[in-house]
């Protein structure tokens, strides 16, 4: 069975910084597709990024290009997304996701595990 394990939310001031870290186990990571997701109070749960098996290619929302960073390291089969100029509209629930192919994509559908989520919330 396979599991993710979320860490590394918490409470920022905008501008400020975190790194979500997932550490994946009983499944195959190398060759699969990882992402992340959010999904803030009373909305849906939305796409951040996403990672494909090699580091290849990488995906991003438009509301996240060129603030966060999606890698990987698969000696640690873990997949980080970093957050950088955070801003009070990325409060949310932030969980990974283990995709169905090595290419992955942006759709929930594209994706067949999901770790629990991890807090992250921004001050203003």
């Known amino acids: 069975q396979v599991q993710l394990v979320e860490s590394g939310g918490g409470l920022v001031q905008t501008g400020g910084s975190l790194r979500l870290s997932c550490v994946v186990s009983?499944?195959?990571?190398?060759?699969?597709?990882m992402g992340w997701f959010r999904q803030a109070p009373g909305k849906e749960r939305e796409f951040v990024a996403a990672i494909d098996w090699s580091e290849s290619r990488t995906y991003y929302a438009d509301s996240v290009k060129g603030r966060f960073t999606i890698f990987r390291d698969n000696s640690k089969t873990t997949v980080y997304l970093q957050m950088n100029n955070l801003e009070p509209e990325d409060t949310a629930v932030y969980s990974c996701?283990?995709?169905?192919?090595?290419?992955?994509?942006?759709?929930?559908?594209?994706?067949?595990?999901w770790g629990q989520g991890t807090q992250v919330t921004v001050s203003s």
């Open positions: 996701a283990r995709a169905n192919t090595e290419y992955g994509g942006n759709l929930l559908g594209d994706f067949g595990s």
């Open positions: 009983g499944g195959t990571f190398h060759n699969i597709a």
